[in-house]
């Protein structure tokens, strides 16, 4: 059976061109470019390090192999033992092995030269995102039957399962890639008991099987699949599956086990203050925490293959998933090959978790102009390829919003999505229903995601008359509050994703006074903050009850009188100020409050279904200057 082994202790790293005595010895995961990739100026360092460990060798039997198995490392890797290459790998974001048993001694040396540096031929290269270099996932010591499950067929698990339903029974094959042997297969509840067996290949049948349901039941089953050899067993790997039906409908959105289920969530960069995107697996818990409280059913996976676990959380959760390659910005024909190996191992290797429902080929490919002939014949072929892999789930495309809607790229995948800014980048709220209107009415058979949208926000600004482009909390707050009735009135979406959950890392920004960020989140980079914004939503999609005032941190007010909102998903909201009951008004999960401030302080308290909320505001004589903004913001200094 196999053994699996960590080895992310005990590393050296030293930058190309030096030597091993010149280098750090620290543990995985880790990045060169924590903190130059998150402090503005485009500058971060975008070159080749060399990441050197000694190796001890497992005990290895005669019928067995060794791999050496990497889950993330960005973005391209030479792997040498011994000073010979052993293996190379291009893309950052992706599981890749390779078989060293005929190369590992006691005592080899293992080095892996990782390179995130410029080129124009692994994805991604311009994108409002740093790309972070390093090993920034496990790296793990495999010992293995040479008669076992592939671990050479692009990093998968090599058991590829599609469950179906089928009348309320639950029909599942389990594909096995082998090097030999006879695989078999069983299928067993969250209970541990066995409800299905027989033969990889085979269709097999689960009686009145439990759907996974989303969030509302993310019931998993666990497929175990061993390899017999000379009348024993010599491999085994598990994985849960979940039995669930899914459709997208133009007209009526997305349904789920033949109901009607809007897909309302968040987008999500995996990285983190100093750390980049070497998380640990307490970080994606957490960050999980976080879109379950906010209470969305479904994420985008931006935009790269995510961590493997994170999909696991998501099966957990019951959180919906468009999964995507980092096929992004500016198509560069000398990537294309780059692009399909990507597309195969996202594919390959998350293909059995039932959270995802889609595979996105591209995000706003348009952008940049040139190749547009090799663009679209690339799109064409790409499609394809998902098809070819994955008959289940069909194909996206997130559209840039200056692409047009008659654009050919735009009507090339199964369904789409279109990443609009309208109310940040140009003004006016309302756009958004015209453009949604306008494309319905254009596209009436096109199932249509509004798959980006958003405005920035830092928490330390603030305005009593917020405006475009001011990045106080109210202005993001105004475009959220906007944006939820706005889908309300188009129920034919059949998903939307805000832009982002979490502040993130772009170190060609310059914005909110704080360069090398994108401040559309609503939450801070650090997850210690929750905006104002967070709160809109969770008292549109939380069924758990809800009460929030908006502007705590917006306590120094001048003039007479101030708006105050409150957030709320619960029907009977009072607010009183200084102890006086308030008459205000109501707009979807909004409560709008007229307050008089007293001289010097005005308390306010809300309550409802038994909960509390508390303000305290100061009454100024002039606009404190720290709530205000007080350099140029360059919204879109990383596509320069």
């Known amino acids: 059976m196999r053994k699996m082994t960590r080895i992310n202790d005990g590393w050296t790293v030293y930058p190309d ?26 500058d971060y360092l975008r070159t080749a390090f060399n990441f050197e460990r ?109 469950p179906t339903v089928e009348d309320g029974d639950g029909k599942i094959v389990a594909e096995a890639y082998v090097t030999g042997g006879e695989a078999t297969v069983t299928v067993s509840d969250a ?83 100093n750390k980049g995107n070497a998380l640990s697996r307490a970080d994606h818990e957490e960050d999980m925490a976080i879109i379950k409280e906010i209470g969305a059913n479904t994420i985008r996976l931006a935009h790269y293959q995510h961590d493997d676990y994170f999909y696991d959380l998501c099966d957990e959760a019951g ?6 390659i980092p096929y992004i910005s500016r198509h560069m024909p000398d990537a294309n090959d780059n692009a399909t190996q990507q597309m195969r191992e996202l594919i390959c290797q998350q293909y059995n978790h039932p959270c995802i429902v889609t595979w996105g080929v591209s995000n706003e490919i348009t952008m940049h102009g040139k190749h547009r ?8 072929k790409l499609n394809d390829l998902v098809h070819e892999l994955d008959k289940t789930r069909p194909t996206v495309m997130a559209c840039f919003a200056m692409c047009g809607p008659a654009n050919k790229a735009a009507h090339i995948t199964d369904i789409v999505g279109w990443n609009l800014y309208l109310g940040w980048y140009v003004p006016g709220f309302f756009l958004n229903d015209l453009w949604l209107r306008l494309y319905h009415t254009m596209y009436k058979k096109s199932c249509l995601a509004f798959s980006e949208y958003g405005a920035e926000a830092m928490p330390n600004l603030h305005s009593k008359h917020p405006k475009r482009g001011d990045n106080s909390e109210e202005y993001q707050a105004n475009y959220h509050e906007y944006m939820l009735e706005c889908f309300e009135r188009h129920p034919y979406l059949w998903g939307t994703y805000v832009w982002n959950i979490f502040d993130f890392a772009a170190d060609a920004r310059n914005q909110g006074g704080e360069p090398g960020m994108n401040h559309k989140g609503l939450v801070t980079f650090d997850r210690k903050t929750r905006k104002d914004s967070f709160y809109v939503y969770k008292a549109y999609w ?31 909201v009072t607010l009183t100020a200084n102890g006086v009951k308030l008459k205000g008004k109501k707009k979807g999960r909004v409560f709008i409050y007229k307050v008089k401030l007293a001289k010097g302080h005005t308390e306010l308290v809300a309550t409802a279904g038994g909960l509390t909320d508390s303000l305290t505001l100061n009454r100024v004589k002039k606009p404190d200057p720290d709530y205000k903004l007080h350099v140029r913001s360059e919204t879109q200094s990383w596509q320069k």
């Open 54 to 162: 000694v190796l001890d060798k497992p005990d290895v039997k005669p019928d067995e192999d060794v791999y050496l198995e990497f889950k993330g490392v960005n973005s391209s890797a030479d792997v040498y033992i011994d000073g010979e290459l052993v293996t190379h790998h291009d893309g950052g974001y992706s599981t890749f092995r390779v078989c060293v048993t005929e190369r590992i001694k006691q005592g080899s040396t293992l080095r892996v030269r990782v390179d995130n540096g410029k080129t124009e031929k692994v994805y991604p290269q311009t994108a409002d995102f740093t790309f972070y270099g390093g090993i920034y996932r496990d790296v793990n010591l495999i010992v293995v039957n040479k008669t076992r499950f592939d671990l050479d067929h692009f990093g998968s698990c090599g058991l590829k399962i599609t």
């Open 191 to 273: 209970d541990g008991n066995v409800v299905a067996s027989g033969k990889s290949g085979e269709t097999l049948t689960v009686p009145d099987a439990r759907l996974w349901n989303g969030v509302v039941d993310p019931y998993l089953y666990t497929v175990r699949a061993e390899l017999t050899a000379g009348g024993k067993v010599v491999d085994a790997i598990e994985q849960r599956v979940g039995f669930r039906a899914f459709s997208f409908d133009p007209k009526k959105g997305f349904f789920l086990n033949g109901k009607s289920y809007p897909l309302r969530g968040v987008s999500r960069h995996q990285d983190r203050p």
């Open 17 to 42: 061109g030096k030597t091993p005595e010149d280098g750090t010895t620290l543990d995985l995961p880790y990045t060169w470019n924590g903190v130059d990739g998150q402090d503005g100026g485009g």
């Open 319 to 324: 959180m919906i998933v468009w999964a995507e």
């Open 542 to 572: 939380s069924k758990e009850p809800v009460l929030h005032i908006a502007g705590k941190r917006f306590i120094n007010r001048t003039g007479g009188s101030t708006v105050v909102k409150v957030y709320s998903n619960l029907d009977d």
């Open 373 to 380: 002939k090799d663009m679209l014949a690339y799109h064409r």
